[in-house]
Structures are given as structure tokens and as C-alpha cells.
């Protein structure tokens, strides 16, 4: 079952404007993630949010966590055409805290960024 | 450091063979999962381990068979394949550190296309 719903599906912007990913889950939650996939290859960790904490930021990234609304949304500011790929969120909601490597994902945005 | 190391990069199957799809790691991590990624499904969690000899079903078991006789190595084995199981398949692992409120990233290899005919 999918736990995490993204919106939009797919993004097209153009180089330094901002991007906005929205992710949406059902469960409560230890803690939710955002991963990167260039085409053909495997997901890259780009920032994890716990469930205690509302907004993070990384260098051009930032992640707010509404757990009223169940909700995270991932800002990526002043876009790059090599930003352009696939972002997840993923959640990992393991009973009793302990993680074992289990992620629910969400189906994904695609972002194109134009030169 | 390799990090996350996957064998074969592609194949193909006929219906009803049988392979193992081969995950190493040189990180020394506890947990190591398997995920298989299709059109507009995200990943779903095939099996995971938590530490040699111990394995678990994910959301997805049916059909694959996984082991884990050493920390670095978490094989899958797909019995009997089937059409259905034409996907992308992603070894991920993580560390043992971090778990309680929060826990540390998954690594990812870089993925294992499979086409079954």
C-alpha cells in the first residue's frame, strides 16, 4: 500500500526560479525522507525530517513537516538544470520507534529544470 | 569504499527460470532491503534484513526467496519467474545508528532491471 502521495506528478521549470514538491501520508510517522533518483540510477538521501521537528534545511533544500496534516513538502531554491530528476518522499513509520531500514514511498514527482 | 554493489545490471528471463539477483555492501551496515520500482508505484519492499540469519517479508514477498549468511551480502531469488515480476529492483541498506525517534538513510544501489518474457 502506498503510504505517501506526492503532488505534483511532474514539474517543469525554468533555471533559478524555486520547485516545490508536496507529499502526503496516512500514518503516524518516526520520521519521513526525501530521496533523489537520476534516470537509471538509484535513489540519493538528500534530507530526513523526525516527526518532532516542523522545517529542515540543507543547502538548497528545505523540508517542512506538518504532522497535523500529515504532510512535508521539500522547497529546492534557485533550481539548476542538474536538479532535474525524480524526488521521493518516504516515510518510515515502524511500530515502536525502532527502524529497521523500512520505507514506505511515495510515487514521485519528476522535475525538469530548463537551461 | 563500492557502497551498494548490484549484479546483473540487466536481464532477461523466460517465463518460469529461475536467478538470483546479487546485492553486496562494504559499509559494515545491520539492515539491508530489497525494493522493486515499477511506473507510477514508487518502491515497494520486497524483503529486509536486520542482521545475518535474520530476514523478513515486506509488502511484496510473493514469488522471491532472499538469505543472509554474511553482514555484506543479501542475495534475492526470484522461484519461478513470472511476467509480473518485469520491474527495477533496488538493494538499499542502513546502519543500526539513529534508531529510536529517527533513523539514518538508506544507500542504494544503483539497480537491477529485470525483463521477464
Known amino acids: 500500500s502506498q503510504q505517501g502521495e506526492e503532488d505534483p506528478q511532474a514539474l517543469s521549470i525554468q533555471e533559478g526560479e524555486n520547485a516545490t514538491m508536496n507529499c502526503s501520508y496516512k500514518t503516524s510517522i518516526n520520521n519521513l525522507q526525501w530521496y533523489r533518483q537520476n534516470s537509471g540510477r538509484g535513489l540519493v538521501h538528500l534530507i530526513l525530517i523526525r516527526s518532532n521537528e516542523r522545517e529542515k534545511h540543507s543547502g538548497r533544500l528545505r523540508v517542512t513537516l506538518d504532522t497535523s496534516k500529515k504532510s512535508s513538502s521539500l522547497l529546492i531554491t534557485a533550481s539548476r538544470a542538474a536538479d532535474t530528476a525524480s524526488y521521493f518522499c518516504a516515510t518510515d513509520a515502524t511500530a515502536g520507534g525502532t527502524s529497521y531500514g523500512k520505507l514506505t514511498f511515495g510515487q514521485g514527482t519528476i522535475l525538469t529544470v530548463h537551461p | 569504499n563500492a557502497g551498494v554493489t548490484q549484479t546483473p545490471k540487466f536481464q532477461v528471463l523466460k517465463t518460469g527460470q529461475s536467478m538470483t539477483l546479487q546485492c553486496a555492501q562494504d559499509?559494515?551496515?545491520?539492515?539491508m532491503s530489497w525494493y522493486r520500482q515499477d511506473p507510477g508505484m514508487g518502491l515497494r519492499l520486497i524483503h529486509y534484513?536486520?542482521?545475518?540469519?535474520?530476514?523478513d517479508q515486506g509488502e511484496v514477498p510473493n514469488g522471491y526467496n532472499v538469505s543472509r549468511s554474511t553482514t555484506e551480502d543479501f542475495p534475492l531469488r526470484l522461484l519461478s519467474a513470472a511476467p509480473s515480476q518485469t520491474s527495477v529492483y533496488f538493494c538499499a541498506s542502513s546502519s543500526r545508528t539513529g534508531t529510536g525517534r529517527g533513523n539514518s538513510p538508506l544507500h542504494f544501489g544503483n539497480g537491477t532491471r529485470l525483463t521477464v518474457t
Open positions: 559499509m559494515n551496515h545491520e539492515y
Open positions: 534484513s536486520v542482521g545475518a540469519g535474520i530476514t
